[in-house]
């Protein structure tokens, strides 16, 4: 199975602040790498696919880039609403595996 | 809009079978564009890909729990299925049903996700 590695696990920020998280892949996946944003209770939500693609009606504050191996998503101004926890998940070969979540919290 | 919904029993004792059926609305489970997936996430755990079913009943499974799990598709009703056999309390999670869409290849439309706990 390919193991995806997100850091950091946890991230303390504020309202505007710039954000990154990183993910990695244990081999090489190309730009199958889709990133999701779970908040307590709910289904995860799809906010990039293949690496940099924004799904349909997510904010353009949201940003992802990286191939091969190392990934990144960027939330660019954070909002109230953005505080949640992140999963990027690799669609290169199955099993899909996903990254162990990284939880950005308000400081 | 296309939605989806879990339904299924919230309590399986050890040993039995978990079973949950998806519903597909807004949209035909017979589309080809398509996969159908179930993932489950244990409580204040990450997310694990059970195994997807295509609308020919094609199927593959996490190697972590393939001889345990059947996905089967009903056309019929625009629902697919999960059994889970041999249950214990490390299959207790929350259990969402997903679509994977060709050209994304990504989970683009999840369920609500069903509570299911193991227990006697």
């Known amino acids: 199975d390919i193991q995806m590695t997100q850091s950091p696990s946890s991230l303390s920020a504020s309202v505007g602040d710039r954000v990154t998280i990183t993910c990695r892949a244990s081999q090489s996946i190309s730009s199958y790498l889709n990133w999701y944003q779970q908040t307590p209770g709910k289904a995860p939500k799809l906010l990039i696919y293949a690496a940099s693609s924004l799904q349909s009606g997510v904010p353009s504050r949201f940003t992802g880039s990286g191939s091969g191996t190392d990934f990144t998503l960027t939330i660019s101004s954070l909002q109230p609403e953005d505080f949640a926890t992140y999963y990027c998940q690799q669609s290169y070969i199955t099993p899909y595996t996903f990254g162990q979540g990284t939880k950005l919290e308000i400081k | 809009q296309v939605q989806l919904q879990e339904s299924g029993p919230g309590l399986v004792k050890p040993s039995q079978t978990l079973s949950l059926t998806c519903t597909v609305s807004g949209g035909s489970i017979s589309s080809g564009s398509y996969y159908w997936s179930w993932i489950r996430q244990p409580a204040g755990k990450g997310l694990e890909w059970i195994g997807r079913?295509?609308?020919?009943?094609?199927?593959n499974y996490n190697p972590s729990l393939k001889s345990r799990v059947t996905i089967s598709l009903d056309t019929s009703k625009n629902q697919f299925s999960l059994k889970l056999s041999s249950v214990t309390a490390a299959d207790t999670a929350v259990y969402y049903c997903a679509r994977v869409e060709f050209s994304r290849l990504a989970f683009d439309y999840w369920g609500q996700g069903t509570l299911v706990t193991v227990s006697s």
């Open positions: 079913i295509y609308t020919d009943g094609s199927t």
